[in-house]
Every structure is written in structure tokens, then in C-alpha cells.
């Protein structure tokens, strides 16, 4: 699983708080997770952050898939 915090997310604060920990729990491969420095709306306001966070995720657990 890859989730992906907003650096300046105060909608959904998930960094200081534990909002973002209930994911965690139970998951049956590793958490991947990435601080974006963005909002809430981080693909609106970081999109190139994000598609490389998404992108490096793919090429790491998939790297089969993933054109040489």
C-alpha cells in the first residue's frame, strides 16, 4: 500500500495526529508511505510529486511490469 500525506493537509492532518495510522493495521505487505509538500489537494497542487511518488511505488514493488 502506498499512502501519500499532505505536508500541509489541516483538512485531514495525518502526520502529527493519528488519523493516518488506523490504515496500517492488518495489511498483508509493507506500508509505503510519503510525505507530499502540498495541501489537501495534493494532485491539484504538487502534481509532479505525486506522479513521481506513484511512478517510483510502481517501478520498486513491480519492477517486472515496469518498462526497462
Request: a negative charge; hydrophobic letters at 45%.
Amino acid at each position: 500500500m502506498l499512502f501519500l500525506h499532505g505536508d500541509f493537509d489541516y483538512t485531514c492532518e495525518t502526520i502529527v495526529s493519528r488519523l493516518g495510522r488506523a490504515h496500517a493495521g492488518g495489511l498483508p505487505e509493507p506500508l509505503t508511505e510519503v510525505v507530499v509538500p502540498s495541501g489537501h489537494w495534493m494532485a491539484q497542487e504538487k502534481p509532479a510529486a505525486v506522479n513521481a511518488a506513484i511512478a517510483r511505488w510502481l517501478a520498486t514493488r513491480l519492477p517486472e511490469a515496469w518498462p526497462t
